[in-house]
């Protein structure tokens, strides 16, 4: 089991950046992913990396915005994002998928698919 911590979360003005970094306790060399949650609504998806860092995927929320980076030998992933909106706002959580082979973009965008989450952190946008 791969324990993960996101960190980086807080209040952020509307049209800043900001960067979250999803944290494992072990090798996390399998496709990460990030997802974010806001009050009411259901878990979306935000991003994904495979663990090469040589497949992504993005939201269309987010597209343009927003950047995955890895660092397989820190065991650290990053989401970076820009241009924050108040729609931004939301609990994100990282979460793996210890298949070694990515599929397909489609696929990585389920909550479903993924074996191990973080706890989440906070991301308030204020305007």
């Known amino acids: 089991q791969v324990h993960l911590v996101e960190s980086g979360g807080g209040v952020v003005q509307a049209g800043d950046s900001l960067r979250l970094t999803c944290a494992a306790s072990g090798r996390i060399a399998y496709t990460t992913g990030w997802f974010r949650q806001a009050p009411g609504k259901e878990r979306e998806f935000v991003a994904a990396?495979?663990?090469?860092?040589?497949?992504?995927a993005y939201a269309d929320s987010v597209k343009g915005r927003a950047s995955v980076s890895r660092n397989n030998a820190r065991n650290t992933v990053a989401l970076q994002m820009h241009r924050l909106e108040s729609s931004d706002t939301a609990v994100y959580y990282c979460a793996v998928n210890r298949s070694p082979d990515w599929t397909d973009a489609a696929h990585y965008s389920r909550p479903e698919v993924y074996d191990s989450w973080g706890q989440g952190t906070q991301v308030t946008i204020s305007s």
């Open positions: 990396m495979s663990w090469s860092g040589h497949n992504t």
